[in-house]
């Protein structure tokens, strides 16, 4: 054992090149996190970014540099955005080295010689590789990847070649290598796809709409192919998180709701989604959750406004979080939709707060409010999905597991009940066997059939 520490969110990132010392960082909510120097012989940890604000700072992505005598890592510092810096581990002086980009840098690479870096933008959820001269400290020219999300960077041993992981709309995550002297890029591996042929797979199309505080908000809409004529049903898929973000990577088995079944689906990105500066992340927290809510009316504004596109035919779905705000639109904009189906979803987050493990309250309460707050708890209990579950009137799948940590089953179980007792038809699917999300392949496929039956007789109809 090297050392103890209290709490959760602990992670190490890096040995020192002279295999003395680590590099760890503490995570104490998506917005706050700090970077350590841990002594391996002695355990004894070093603060090597203390808070000097009222505003919290968020670090990742933690290398040594060649010589061990700096680091090189991604923080919010001063800025919207994660950027990457130098901290000179002598005068703890930190030095931006993307100051113009203004988007999150959220993958890393030092090369064996310490000359190049490589990293990865997010740049309005699409992967951009970049690689920066640490000598010149500017960046040099790469060839371009196709539109997609890759991770694990990570350099060859001639300092030369950058091998990365790769999913697009068309595909799985695949290896690739870049050579950046040749720039030259090569696809190694063809994962497979059950023999089918995603060739003709919906390429994602980024879209912005204007919310109701005049706000641009995006998303990612996946139309279906030529054959189906007319205009389409929509199914408006809400990531969880709440601290997340849909990216347009390989959509397994909710292709088939496009190229199968014609249904065109849109995964939103609203407000309290990471990706989009740290002012935007923090737009839902708290008091402003209902916000989030609103941004979803407004696309549903924006769907009314598309020609090939059915503002009468739309199911909002989630998981998780996502769940959470599936039941929130359903209670809320119960007019405007015709189903829903919520995946393992809070429905009342005080409830949820009161019931969660342990390990998670306090980071689960810096994104959603203390519960323990006479106010804040007030404001949770009158925005709580399960106390205006009578405003659902439109069919609802919910989904369930029944040893779930994060997210326990009564917080379903509740909502089916008082939804059920209103004489609305709700669809109940508990998996005795599974936690928070089906893992279990034989319950994927059952919930997988189930969902496909629940949108053929209710968004189809």
């Not at 696809?187 to 796809?193: K, L, P, V, Y």
């Not at 689906?265 to 609203?270: A, E």
């Not at 089953?409 to 939804?419: D, F, L, P, R």
Request: hydrophobic residues 35%; glycine residues 8%; proline residues 5%.
């Amino acid at each position: 054992m090297v050392t103890q520490n209290e709490g959760g969110g602990w992670n190490v990132y890096d040995w020192s090149p002279d295999g003395k010392q680590l590099l760890v960082i503490n995570s104490v909510s998506a917005a706050e996190s700090y970077v350590w120097l841990t002594d391996v012989a002695s355990g004894k940890k070093d603060l090597l970014t203390p808070k000097t604000g009222a505003e919290t700072v968020s670090y990742d992505n933690a290398r040594f540099a060649k010589d061990g005598k700096g680091v090189y890592l991604t923080t919010d510092q001063d800025s919207e955005f994660q950027r990457l810096v130098y901290l000179d581990l002598g005068t703890r002086k930190t030095t931006v080295l993307t100051p113009n980009l203004q988007w999150d840098v959220d993958e890393v690479a030092l090369s064996k010689d310490g000359r190049w870096i490589a990293f990865g933008a997010n740049e309005d959820g699409i992967s951009v590789l970049h690689v920066l001269d640490t000598k010149e400290a500017k960046e040099v020219p790469v060839p371009k990847l196709p539109v997609g999300v890759f991770n694990s960077l990570e350099w060859r041993d001639n300092s030369r070649e950058l091998a990365l992981s790769l999913s697009t709309a068309s595909q799985p995550f695949d290896v690739y290598s870049v050579d950046i002297a040749a720039g030259k890029v090569e696809r190694w591996t063809f994962s497979e796809t059950g023999g089918l042929n995603t060739s003709g797979f919906s390429a994602p199309q980024l879209i912005h709409w204007k919310s109701w505080d005049q706000k641009s908000i995006s998303g990612f809409l996946y139309k279906p192919p030529a054959k189906f004529a007319g205009k389409h049903p929509v199914i408006v898929a809400i990531h969880g998180g709440p601290e997340g973000q849909i990216r347009p990577d390989f959509l397994g088995r909710d292709s088939y709701y496009i190229n199968e079944l014609g249904i065109a689906i849109i995964y939103p990105n609203v407000r309290g989604s990471t990706g989009y500066g740290k002012t935007f992340q923090k737009l839902d927290n708290g008091f402003l959750r209902e916000g989030s809510y609103k941004d979803i009316n407004t696309l549903l504004d924006w769907i009314q406004t598309q020609p090939d596109l059915d503002a009468s035919r739309v199911m909002i779905t989630g998981g998780s979080y996502g769940g959470f705000m599936t039941l929130a639109v359903a209670t809320n904009y119960n007019d405007r939709i015709c189903c829903s189906v919520d995946v393992v979803g809070p429905s009342n987050l005080v409830t949820f707060l009161e019931h969660t493990s342990g390990y998670r309250k306090d980071l689960r309460r810096v994104e959603y409010g203390d519960e323990r707050d006479p106010k804040m708890r007030e404001f949770l209990e009158q925005i709580a999905p399960a106390n205006k579950a009578k405003n659902i009137t439109k069919p609802l799948f919910v989904i369930a597991g029944q040893n779930d940590p994060r997210v326990p089953a009564s917080e379903s179980a509740q909502m089916v009940e008082v939804v059920r007792k209103n004489g609305t038809p709700v669809w109940w699917l508990l998996g005795k066997d599974e936690g928070h999300g089906f893992a279990k392949k034989k319950n994927r496929d059952y919930q997988f059939y189930a969902t496909v039956e629940f949108v053929k007789e209710f968004l189809l109809k």
